[in-house]
Structure formats: C-alpha cells, structure tokens
C-alpha cells in the first residue's frame, strides 16, 4: 500500500497536520517515536496555549490532539524510522522492525531535542526545578533564585527573561569566554537581576523533597566544588533537530535545521514538509509549531491537487 500522505512525529506541528489531512479525507499515517506527544510530554502545566483559559497539562494537550486526529480517521503507528530515501518516488521509509512503506508525500515534524547535561539530579528533577524551557515554566519562578546554564544567545535571552519572574537569575557557563552575541551579552550585563557564576562546570543538581535546593559546580579557577543554591536550574546549552533519519537528503542550516521556502513548509524535495521545532531553532512553542503543521498539512493538499506525483522525475 502508498499512503497518500505519511507524517512523521507527534508533536504539537505532526499532530496538527495529522488533524488537517485526516478532515481532508487523505488518511495519513502518523508514525509516532519514541517520545508520543514530543517535548511538551515532559512539562507540566502549559498556561500560554490559547483556548485553555485555567491551562492544561502538556499530556493532555497532546492527547487531545492526538483524539482530534483520530476522531477523522488518522491512523497512528509506533516506531523509529532509521532511514528515509527521498531520492525516488513513492519516497521509501524504513522502520525499525517492521519494514519499507511508502508515501507520496512526506511531513517531517520530528522536532528538536534539548540537551542535557547527563549529571547527576538532573533528570530526576525535571518539572521539580530542572527545565529546558524558560518560556513555558519562567511564571512559575515568582520571587525565586533562578540559574541558567549555557553561555550562547539561549542562555542570555533566557536569563534577561526570567528576571521578569525571578529575584535573582546567576548564569553559570562552563568557560569565562560567552559564546553569545555580544548585543545579547551587553543586555544581559546590563541587568541588575543577573549575575554571573563564569568558569564553572556543573556537577551534580541538588534537590530535596520540595524541589531543587543548588547546584553542585567545579570552579575552573581554584579547582574547587562550591554549591551555588538555587530554586530551579535552566538548561540553556543547545537544542539538536532530529534529522538524523534523513541522512543529509534535506538541505539544513549549520546547525541541521531543516530549510524550508520562506513562508512555506516546503523542503527542496517536491511533496516533502517540514513544519515545527525541526525547521525552528527561533520560536520553539508549542502554538507556532501547531500553526506551521497546519500550513505543512495545507501544502501538502494543494500538492497533491497539482501534481500529478507519477510523473515526477528527480
Ligand atoms: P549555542 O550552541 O550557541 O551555545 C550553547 C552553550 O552551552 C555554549 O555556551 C556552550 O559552552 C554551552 N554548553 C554546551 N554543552 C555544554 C555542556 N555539556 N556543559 C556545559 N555547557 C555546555 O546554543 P544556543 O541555544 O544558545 O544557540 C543556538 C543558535 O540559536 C545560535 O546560533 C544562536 O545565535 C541562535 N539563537 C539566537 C537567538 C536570537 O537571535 N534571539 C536566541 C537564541 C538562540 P561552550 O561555549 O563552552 O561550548
């Protein structure tokens, strides 16, 4: 069997588009990784979606979703696909375990990991004070000692953010040299709320029945542990776009997000979208990732209206 349409990840942006093709009767097939629901699965309560005015848990946002799409005949399939050829058509993806399906056309929403450090504390302790997301849990930080790890323009504009909430923010990078853009940096010297923790190398993340209590640092300078306390640590060290599966078949940034055609989903490859966090190091919410899974799920209609994909040649 050729499915029409095969959409390839579950967050907010894959199950949108999923929503959209399955009310266009195209009954996608939405293969679904090893994280069902994406990277709002791993927060708590989401308080910025619009139409939840008392908020929602991110599981339940996402199952909801993943219902709507359902409701229209969306069919779902757990699995990890470990190779796409986008060089012929129909496009040929290969899951793990399972064997070769084929589509006509391709939405590529498999997001963006954030990267963590791998110390101890850390993951134990996400949504407890450990989090990768100052945008989606900054409001819960009110009057609290915040510290933010990273020294790029992430870690910089996450910091002046958070002072919105927070009554101290330390910036803690592991070298005394930033990364960061110098205007990002000067805006963040500038703030009287930020201090800076330079030259220290995490450790271990602290934290005690009520939360995160410190973080555990190496001093670069002295050679000595010290323990900075703090409510809740900001990891702010890099996000990496899941596109291994592609094998460089998709033009992408240096960074290897997606590129697409300004104001499109479209990727170089006719019939194959891209929309979410894999095409989107800058705004990374789950509101415009849904938005450009929408716009993926329109393109690839209106594709599949004009061409006649057969005829198609590479
Ligand atoms: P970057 O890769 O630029 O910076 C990552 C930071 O995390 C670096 O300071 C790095 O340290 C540190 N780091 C990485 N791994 C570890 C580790 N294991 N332990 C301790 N520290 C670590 O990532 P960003 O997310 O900040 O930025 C990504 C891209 O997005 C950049 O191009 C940036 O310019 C862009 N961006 C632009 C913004 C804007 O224009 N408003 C806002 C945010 C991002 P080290 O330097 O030692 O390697």
């Not at 979606?49 to 979703?65: K, Q, S, T, V, Y």
Request: glycine content about 12%.
């Amino acid at each position: 069997m050729i499915y029409k349409s095969i959409i390839i990840g579950t967050g907010p942006a894959g199950l949108t588009a999923a929503i959209y093709l399955a009310r266009a009767n195209l009954n996608p097939l939405i293969i679904e990784g090893p994280q069902p629901g994406g990277q709002l699965t791993t927060t708590t309560e989401i308080e910025n979606f619009p139409g939840f005015p008392d908020g929602i848990m991110g599981p339940e946002l996402m199952d909801n979703m993943r219902k709507q799409a359902e409701r229209f005949g969306a069919e779902f399939r757990t699995g990890w696909i470990i190779k796409a050829d986008l060089t012929s058509r129909p496009f040929v993806l290969t899951l793990e375990g399972v064997g070769e399906i084929q589509a006509e056309t391709l939405v590529i929403s498999t997001g963006a990991t954030a990267k963590y450090l791998g110390i101890p504390g850390e993951q134990e302790n996400i949504g407890r004070g450990v989090s990768t997301c100052a945008t989606c849990d900054g409001f819960f930080f009110r009057g609290k000692k915040i510290i933010v790890i990273g020294g790029g323009d992430s870690a910089m504009e996450e910091a002046h953010f958070l002072t919105r909430f927070a009554s101290e923010v330390v910036l803690v990078n592991r070298r005394s040299e930033l990364r960061a853009s110098k205007i990002m940096q000067d805006r963040a010297r500038a703030n009287p709320k930020v201090s800076w923790g330079l030259n220290k190398t995490p450790l271990e993340v602290l934290a005690g029945d009520r939360g995160v209590t410190g973080l555990k640092v190496l001093n670069n300078e002295t050679g000595l542990e010290e323990i900075i306390p703090t409510d809740g640590v900001f990891l702010a060290i890099g996000h990496t776009p899941n596109t291994r599966f592609l094998e460089g078949q998709l033009t992408t940034d240096e960074q290897g997000y997606l590129l697409v055609n300004p104001g499109t989903t479209e990727t170089g490859v006719p019939g194959v979208f891209a929309c979410g966090d894999v095409q989107d190091h800058r705004y990374r919410q789950a509101i415009s990732a849904a938005g450009t899974g929408c716009m993926a799920a329109i393109d690839c209609e209106r594709f599949l209206d004009n061409v006649n994909v057969e005829a198609l040649v590479h």
